[in-house]
Structures are given as C-alpha cells and as structure tokens.
C-alpha cells in the first residue's frame, strides 16, 4: 500500500463485504496538534468481541478463499510506524469504526494520495450504499453526501456517467484548496 | 468553491429521465474489478478508474462496474471478471491501464473476449 488513500478503499470493501447501507469516510487534519486521523464507520454486520481480538492478526481471516487477511494489520502498522495506532470499536448486528491515527509531520507517514479516485471507486461501484466524505483541515472542511445527491436525483442511477463526472469535480476543487493551503 | 448544485443534478435527471425510457432498466455488460487488499495494492484502482474513463468517454450507458474481494489468486492480481449478457464470465489478470482499455474495447464493447490476457472462462457467475 502505497499511501493512505489505498487504505481508504481497501477498509471501505471491508464495510461493503459487511453489509453496509451507510459508509461515513472522515478525514481530520490538524497542524496545531500535528495529527492526522482517518476514521471509516458503517452500520453493516460488526463483529463479535472474540473476532474483534483476532482481526489485527494477519494470520487471520474470515475469508475461505485464502489463509491471510492483511487490509487490517497493514493499516495498524502503517499507523504505528508513526507515533501512530489503529482502534476498533464494534457491535455485532450495529457496525464497526475503524479509526488509524498518525503523527502528521512523522518522516514515515504515508501521504494521504489521491483521495478523489479512491471516492469516486467506490461511489460509481456501489451505488446503492450512502457514502459520506468529510474532510477537516484545520478550519476548513468538506462534506460530500451522496444520500442527499441520490434524493435530487430522483432515481437516475448514481453512476451514470455524467453524475460521476459533477462529484468527481465537486472533489478535486476541494482538493486543489485544501493542498494549497500547505503552502 | 463552486460547489456542485442542485440545479447540476436537475439538469441531469431532466436529462436522462427523457432517455431512461429507451434503455430497458438492464444493462448488457458487468466488469467486475477485484478489490480484496491484494488487488489494491497491486493497481486496481487505476484499473477501475481507467474503466470508468472509458465507459464515460464511449457512452456506453449499458455497462456498470462493481467490485468484489479477492478471488485467491493474489499473485495474478490486478483481475477483472467480465460477464456480458447470456455469455460465460470471462476472467482476466495481471492487468494494467493499457490491457484494461483493450479489453474494454474488444471484450466490453467487441463482444470478443481477449484470450492472450484471459486467465479462465466461465468459472462464476453473478447473475
């Protein structure tokens, strides 16, 4: 994995896998006390507090088709490798939050990369599911809510070409301002 | 920042809402993008993006991308699965920008499947 951006998506199949209807993908960042959290919370199937215990462990997997699970343990070393950790909080039949914190200026800290394609994914490929983005940085913030984008859709698919195209710009302009504030 | 409106998504439902008629609801062809985490670390976002470039580039409104975990086979990874209507899913792998343009041209749009980059033929279905 790259960049946290990866991450992102990589978690978000996971809520997807669980049954989620609701995907909230919240992204803080804060200068003045030099933090970067990601958090990604759904309402889908949680866990069990015995699942929750084994999940970090990359030996680990619900999966059949293979004996690894890694999306997970990568995302917590990423985390560590920064000053940085990854913790869970569950409820079985409620949902799940995956929160990663990291030390924003840390040397080893994976850049947050290309945020809009990693939305954009999982908006055009899952159409169904109420994703939410928020982005904070420092004062500043972005939200982008697709529940209230479908309703004035009025049931024109959410991944019509031309739809995918208006959030995709709605997104980069954010994000060409929130990287130019670095500077 | 000029957010987008909802006079944008308006104009777009009047819009497709004159042509959604035409269409009969279905959709001809499904590209399933492989996304377990072996998937996205070895490049299948790009591939998915670069799909829904073409799709959006070609107009074609019958064609719709989803995502799935990962099939096993992580070393032939980045794969799609490819199913066009009544036809075996066809299953590609080691994939990169310029293989998924060729399949989508020939595959999604041709009907003909790209054999040289194809890794199995008619092993699922998710219809």
């Not at chain 2, 809402?17 to 072996?38: D, I, P, Q, W």
């Amino acid at each position: 994995m790259q960049d946290l951006s990866l991450h992102i998506l990589d978690i978000a199949e996971n809520s997807i896998a669980a049954g989620a209807t609701e995907i909230r993908i919240k992204i803080v960042e804060d200068t003045g006390k030099n933090l970067l959290l990601l958090e990604i919370s759904d309402n889908g199937k949680g866990m069990d507090s015995k699942t929750v215990q084994q999940i970090t462990d990359p030996f680990f997997t619900t999966k059949t088709v293979r004996k690894v699970g890694l999306g997970i343990p990568l995302l917590a070393q990423a985390a560590r490798e920064c000053c940085g950790d990854l913790t869970i909080k569950t409820e079985k039949g409620k949902g799940t939050t995956i929160s990663a914190c990291f030390q924003c200026d840390h040397v080893d800290r994976k850049p947050l990369g290309d945020i809009c394609n990693t939305l954009i994914v999982l908006i055009a490929s899952n159409p169904e599911i109420d994703f939410i983005f928020e982005h904070r940085k420092d004062d500043d913030v972005y939200t982008l809510n697709i529940a209230d984008i479908r309703k004035e859709l009025d049931g024109v698919p959410l991944n019509t070409p031309e739809v995918i195209k208006i959030i995709k710009d709605d997104i980069s302009a954010w994000l060409i301002i929130a990287n130019n504030m670095l500077q | 920042m000029a957010r987008l409106t909802i006079e944008d998504l308006k104009k777009i439902k009047d819009k497709q809402k004159a042509t959604f008629s035409l269409r009969e609801g279905g959709y001809r062809a499904k590209v399933t993008v492989h996304m377990g985490t072996c998937g996205i670390a070895a490049g299948a976002r790009e591939v998915m993006t670069v799909l829904l470039d073409e799709i959006a580039q070609s107009k074609a409104e019958d064609v719709i991308t989803t995502t799935s975990g990962c099939a096993g086979l992580c070393a032939r990874e980045p794969m799609v699965t490819v199913e066009l209507l009544n036809k075996p899913p066809v299953k590609y792998g080691d994939l990169n920008k310029e293989k998924i343009r060729e399949i989508f041209k020939e595959h999604v749009l041709g009907g003909n499947p790209v054999e040289k980059y194809a890794l199995v033929v008619g092993s699922e279905t998710t219809y």
